[in-house]
């Protein structure tokens, strides 16, 4: 009789940010990701050479944690998180620990996506959501073995979750989104008025 079953699992986290850590003042959040965008004026002269839309502090901020207290209490939080999907990605990390490599805002505007990426020479990316309005669109993951499929057909539309070529992974504000950082992925188009907010972040081995 023939036996099939399930090989090279992708494991995908998602949990309440507040399950680990201090509770968070959203609106408190809110106001600082506005108030540094507003000042990052090196962020801002990137954002718009490289035609990015809204704002992102990924290429001008390494330091957010030390400059808004809020920053370092949402460390605090992922550190736990991280470790526990870690745990169920049975890890071996030796002598060594999973560290936050970087950790950056976005202020998606309507219009506004960010294209198919993934994080190369990190282990753990994710993102924790801080503003999200109707329209505002899921996290798009898709299959890693797309570049290795060749010729084969497309799945039909009703195939099972886990043999989709894409699946979209729709947060709550509060959430947060862990994945390892070679899981390719993408933010559809912003269809709301309001702006789209999360935090970003990429842990690595060391």
Same mark, same amino acid.
């Given at each position: 009789m023939a036996q099939i079953e399930s090989l090279f699992v992708t494991r995908f986290y998602r949990a309440l940010l507040s399950e680990h850590g201090k509770p968070i003042d959203n609106d408190e959040l809110i106001a600082s990701c506005y108030s540094i965008a507003e000042d990052d004026e090196a962020g801002q002269e990137w954002c718009e050479k490289e035609g990015y839309p809204g704002y992102t502090s990924y290429a001008s901020l390494t330091d957010l944690p030390w400059r808004f207290p809020i920053f370092a209490?949402?460390? %605090?939080?992922?550190d736990q998180h991280v470790a526990a999907f870690a745990? +169920?990605?049975? $890890?071996?990390?030796?002598?060594?620990?999973?560290?936050?490599?970087d950790i950056w805002i976005n202020i998606l505007p309507e219009g506004g996506l960010h294209t @198919?990426?993934?994080? !190369?020479? @990190?282990?753990? @990316?994710?993102?924790?959501?801080? @503003?999200?309005? +109707?329209?505002?669109? /899921?996290?798009?993951l898709e299959d890693p073995?797309?570049?290795?499929?060749? =010729? /084969?057909? /497309?799945?039909? !539309?009703?195939?099972?979750? %886990?043999?989709? =070529? $894409?699946?979209?992974?729709? !947060?709550?504000?509060?959430?947060?989104f862990l994945w %390892?950082?070679?899981?390719?992925?993408?933010?559809p188009m912003n269809m709301a008025e309001d702006e789209r907010i999360s935090v970003s972040f990429n842990y690595a081995w060391a």
């Open positions: 209490d949402i460390v %605090e939080a992922l745990e +169920d990605l049975a $890890f071996n990390l030796e002598d060594k620990k999973l560290v936050l490599e @198919s990426h993934l994080h !190369p020479h @990190s282990v753990i @990316s994710g993102t924790t959501y801080v @503003s999200l309005p +109707d329209g505002a669109g /899921a996290l798009k073995r797309s570049a290795r499929m060749m =010729a /084969a057909p /497309a799945r039909k !539309p009703d195939a099972p979750r %886990e043999q989709q =070529a $894409f699946l979209y992974m729709k !947060p709550e504000i509060g959430e947060v %390892e950082s070679w899981l390719r992925h993408e933010v």
